[in-house]
């Protein structure tokens, strides 16, 4: 049985910022603009954690929004 | 042949998920002897004449690890018909943990259990760091069987220190670990457990939320030498995060050849599709080769608060949050001005708020009187002569706000839904957390209200599924090769039970835990007896000195 | 899937949910760009924080909100 496709991700690298993430996973694209959807997807990591936004070795991050 | 103990005139039901069977069951030296119609003579005698004779129900996600220490029943839980635990979930074990790291980790401990300070420094001789230690010092008093994970997040503190909550680990850390990880495994522990979402003492992520994936595929690495389980505790509020976990523990599986397993899965009717899209997640990774156990609880969530703090219960009822957004002091003070109180009664409708407070229950455990521990908020209000609302208000005041209040049933709580689930063959039942949240709510219990609910009110699985799923398809997912099944030759973990009342009983406060700790339990309803080992644990409402547990290596 | 078409991430919709912990939640929907909508849980702390940014007295409130309201004031 073949995986159907599901929401893209990465996980960080170590000492990556969210900047070098957002350029990583949406190269091209101007990086403020870049860390502002990623920061749109991953309301897990930059609303919902203490401090938000700090990025950890074992996060799932979306780089693309909810496809359902 | 003397027995040691015959079980006489029961309902066998084995495990396997076939139908029951009349049949006597003889033990002898702690392992099941015969089975079938025995006349032999024993020692001990059990009539289980109307009562259902089945293997101990097998409890995969639980954080009696401190506990242990000094109850080697895992009270309440034995006396439910468990008679083996899995403690060390979520990242968190007492070991191995050097005696500098103790403060932290008891932390991480007590946001998980909500466990009195007490319990650490009073209740046990700490006398390890190991986890060869720990083994030992619950080892001398155990009369239920533990299966112990070992946390990720100790590991990780024991290789690192302080910078296991800062940084990715070096290469070389790495390999320490899976040194220790493999130490832990050689000492007994079955398998490794790590978390995405739990957080210490001062909110900070616990360790194993730093791990890059690497880590964690060297650790399983490690695990795969022995076959042992990998649990996980995944963005559970999420699903698009729980399948990314679940990715991730399949890679692992196939990779090194090991069962894994994350906990826990609710249904919800604000996301109702998030157990269906897991589960079809689940099936993709099965029919691939991946082991990947979705666990899932039986009871249903509860809703608790006090006006003591915010409660979101208020969200919808705008002068309410005005009120509770105060400060205490201006909270009681406003709470207290009777044109304030009229208005916040008043903006709950012209019922008086009989329709959303009037089933809120009273809990115990706080200073509200033992007397309304239990009733209803709606009893309560109208012996009082006053609305629900206003009741809820003037009860909070007279006992400085603290008074907790239960909505109960507000999530995970549709059976006809929850049934279907459970009964899936890739579900796995478990993720009780008993011997945690011991402050909030009752982890126990649970699998009485599996046959309650599930089985006799809805008829969603029948007798012999539901035992078999928590015991069979448990210890075979974790695999515990010489129980969860009833066989000569099999240990005698035996649970004897009433089909037609076992269930878990109303959730109380007791003041049981050192330092007169208060925790929230269910007692057990229609378990005869228990039997770990072949001696019997639990027998008419009452423990028996016995203490024939062991640590399932 | 909405056809509708936005700049970015919207709340659609809020209510309340039960936590694991026992504590009541709130459950937002949030439609992204794309179209798609997916639930947003957030704890009493956060949800709170965003019905304050918002201005928002009540659930009904927060509709229409733009997603940057779960941001402030967090830092």
Redo the contacts between chains.
Sequence with gaps: MSLSPQRRFVTPEPDESIEQLAERALPGEPVAAAVDRIKSWNLHIFAMRRPPGLLLGGDVVFVEPPRR | MMFDVLIRNGLVVDGSGEAGFAADVAVKDGRIAQIGRIDGPARQVIDAAGRVVAPGFIDPHTHFDVQLLWDGAARPALSHGVTSIVPGNCSLSLAPLRAADRPAVVGMFQQIEEMPPEAFTTAFDWTWEDFAGYRAAIERNLAINVAPLVGHSVIRQWVMGEAAQARAATPGEIAAMQDLLRECLQAGAVGLSTSFVDVDARGRPVPSRFAQFAELDALAAVLGEFGRMLQIVPEFYDTDLTIARIDQLAELSLRHGVPTTFSPVFDSASTPDNVPRTLARVEEQFARGARVWPQMQTRPIDISFSLLRPSLFFARLPSWIRVLRKPLDERIAALSDAETADRLVADVGPDGGARMMGELIVRGGDAAPTALAGRTLGEIAAERGESPARALITLSLEHGLDVAFLAANRGHDDTGRIGAMLAHPLVHIGASDGGAHLASFATYGDTGYLFSEFVRKAGALSLEQAVRKITADTADIWGFKDRGRLAPGLAADIVVFDPETIARGEERAVFDMPGDGMRYVRDAIGVDTVLVNGAVAYAGGAYTDARAGAVLA | ?NAQVQA??VIVG??????????????LTLR???G?????????E???SL?RNCGA???ADLAGQS?RN??EG??
């Excluded at chain 3, 809020?14 to 459950?27: F, N, R, T, W």
């Excluded at chain 3, 798609?36 to 009493?44: E, F, H, K, Y």
Aim: glycine content about 10%; overall charge negative; charged content about 20%.
């Design positions: 899937m970015e991430a809020a209510e309340i949910g039960a936590g694991h912990d026992g504590a009541a939640e709130l459950v992204y760009e794309n798609a909508t997916a639930p947003v849980v957030l704890d009493a956060t949800g709170f019905m007295e009540s659930l997603w779960l941001l967090l830092e």
